[in-house]
């Protein structure tokens, strides 16, 4: 090969024989200047719900990190009246501006917390703690601080997975009595590991105090791991009793996230007497049962065509979702063919606009389809028909575990998906689901995580070899088996295959991966030991979140 060739795959340094490449270096402890009066261009006056505090500020680093002040110390900031925590009165001549000397924080959240916020800017360590992590979340949230809000994250991903009723104390009132909203992502994350061992966590002491939000959100799920609704209408009854005047009024609601179709008839026929506790709805009782009645008299036809309705159908009320339902069902003994006037037959699971445009034999089921088509939201009403789907795991054989993961293709919307736990060894488990790939996007990742990770000692090791399976259902000998071996510690406690499986085979047709909206995967351990060994095995990578 040339020299030429040479020099294009390995070009020269820059710099000269004998010069030495002068790199410049800031040798600055940013964090030395949190509330320092050195160099200070700004103040933060933090107003919080328990008093106020002035902080000396400097722009430079606390645009550096947040969206929110880089945009408020740009010459392109436009005041408006919608900051954190400002009230409606506030006039425009009161907001910041870009040349302002003092800027507010006006947060519904405890000075202590804003603190921690602008520490965290500073580049300061903060420790996070139950108490703290969510109202740092809504200000992470807030203020554009990525990296804050992550940590808080993954925080609370560690230590609510293995005790799902730590929940409970983050959304209980804040100070003054006050109870904020929760963020979006904490809310989705408690419901979650909630959902998944419900049945347990309804019993604990803690789930008397369940906010309002979260038990909706909860009630919410079809993943609500119960063997029978009735342990719901029962965890219901038992969150109720805690506070009856308080709690009343949120009844109709809460009536209505219970599957009562799902339960058997001999329970449904003795409720209103049996719950006492539900008599102050009894009309909005006497409604859903009737439903539930309704539903469990109709033809297998008309069930059907109702359970294959539910994420399409609008709120037209119990009477217009049975019509559309009949309407469905008789459309499903034939073909799809128009009639003399155009209009075009709808086949059973069409939605509600095309079941609209069935024949006009039928001109009040018609009217009723119409009516439902043109309500403006869609409506829970038609999800209580359906029976709960509950991820589960269980053991099938020495160190093996199936974790069958249902409704796959509402869950896939999810970043992450977590089994729920499960022991051997003596160490809590669970499988670490990316439906759509980690640092990547053409494959489908999964990974053995250490459930608590907050109850383990700090010189904590332990050998593992194990192989992870995604199953195809329809034809086990295409399977997709790799094996590893690694060394979890209080460092690397997560282990897995990032390149599990593409994600255009996981997905096709002609495999059985995904069958009925459901995937499954195995877990088979060969061995855990402790040991004081670093090396582990380049054929799995450790969990690299993005």
């Known amino acids: 090969m040339s020299s030429t060739s040479d020099q294009q795959l390995h070009p020269h340094p820059t710099t000269t024989p004998g010069s030495l490449e002068q790199k410049a270096s800031l040798p600055v402890d940013v964090g030395a200047y949190f509330d320092s009066a050195d160099l200070c261009d700004v103040r933060v006056r933090v107003e919080g719900v328990d008093g106020e505090r002035t902080f000396h500020a400097h ?92 940590l808080c994250v993954d925080y609370l991903e560690r230590v609510l997975h293995p005790e799902p009723t730590r929940c409970f104390a983050l959304f209980s009132s804040g100070a003054g009595g006050t109870s904020m909203p929760a963020d979006p992502k904490l809310l989705a994350l408690c419901t979650e590991v909630i959902a998944r061992s419900f049945a347990d ?4 002491e803690a789930f008397l105090n369940c906010s309002v939000e979260l038990l909706v959100a909860v009630l919410e799920r079809d993943d609500l791991a119960v063997e029978r609704e009735e342990a719901v209408m029962h965890a219901l009854v038992r969150w109720l009793a805690h506070e009856p ?78 019509a559309n339902a009949a309407a469905a069902a008789a459309a499903a003994s034939s073909a799809s063919t128009a009639s003399d006037s155009g209009t075009v037959t709808a086949a059973s699971g069409s939605s509600p606009s095309s079941v609209a445009a069935t024949s006009a034999a039928d001109p009040s089921a018609a009217a009723a389809a119409a009516a439902a088509a043109a309500a403006p939201s869609p409506s ?30 509402r869950l ?57 399976c995604v199953v195809d259902q329809r034809e086990s000998l295409c399977s997709v088996t790799k094996s590893t071996r690694g060394e979890l510690s209080n460092q690397v406690l997560d282990w897995g295959f990032t390149e599990l499986a593409p994600l255009s085979t996981l997905h096709s047709s002609n495999h059985g991966y995904i069958l009925d909206d459901t995937l499954q995967f195995t877990i088979q351990f060969e061995r855990i030991s402790e040991s004081n060994s670093g090396r582990s095995s380049n054929t799995a990578a450790r969990l690299s979140l993005m």
Not at 291 to 297: G, H, I, P, S, T
Request: charge should be neutral; hydrophobic fraction near 45%; aromatic fraction near 10%.
């Open 245 to 322: 005047a308080e709690r009343q009024p949120e009844l109709a609601q809460l009536l209505g996230l219970v599957r009562w179709p799902t339960m058997a008839g001999e329970v449904l026929a003795e409720l209103e007497e049996a719950q006492p506790l539900f008599a102050p709805e009894l009309p909005r009782l006497r409604e859903l049962l009737l439903e539930a009645l309704k539903f469990q008299a109709a033809s297998p036809a008309r069930r059907s065509a109702l359970l294959a309705m539910h994420d399409t159908s609008a709120a037209a009320g119990v009477s217009a979702a049975f």
């Open 59 to 150: 722009r430079l680093i606390l645009s550096a990190s947040s969206t929110y002040f880089r945009s408020l110390f740009s010459n392109a900031w436009t005041p408006t009246a919608d900051l954190a925590g400002a009230s409606a009165s506030s006039s425009s001549s009161s907001l910041p501006t870009a040349s302002s000397s003092e800027v507010a924080m006006r947060v519904e959240e405890d000075v202590a917390h804003a603190a921690l916020v602008l520490e965290f800017l500073y580049g300061r360590e903060i420790e996070l703690d139950l108490a703290c992590a969510h109202p740092l979340l809504r200000l992470a949230g807030y203020y554009g601080i990525d990296a804050l809000g992550n």
């Open 201 to 204: 966590v309804a019993q604990h």
């Open 412 to 468: 896939s919307r999810e970043e992450r998906i977590y089994s729920p736990p499960f022991v051997f060894g003596s160490i809590g488990f669970m499988l670490l689901l990316f439906p759509r790939g980690n640092q990547q996007r053409e494959y489908a990742s999964l990974y053995v995580s250490v459930a608590d990770k907050t109850r383990l000692p700090p010189d904590w090791r332990r050998q593992v070899q194990f192989s992870l």
């Open 380 to 409: 829970l009403a038609l999800i209580r028909f359906r029976p709960r789907a509950p991820n589960m795991v269980r053991l099938q054989g020495e160190g093996k575990y199936v974790w069958t993961l249902k409704n796959f293709s």
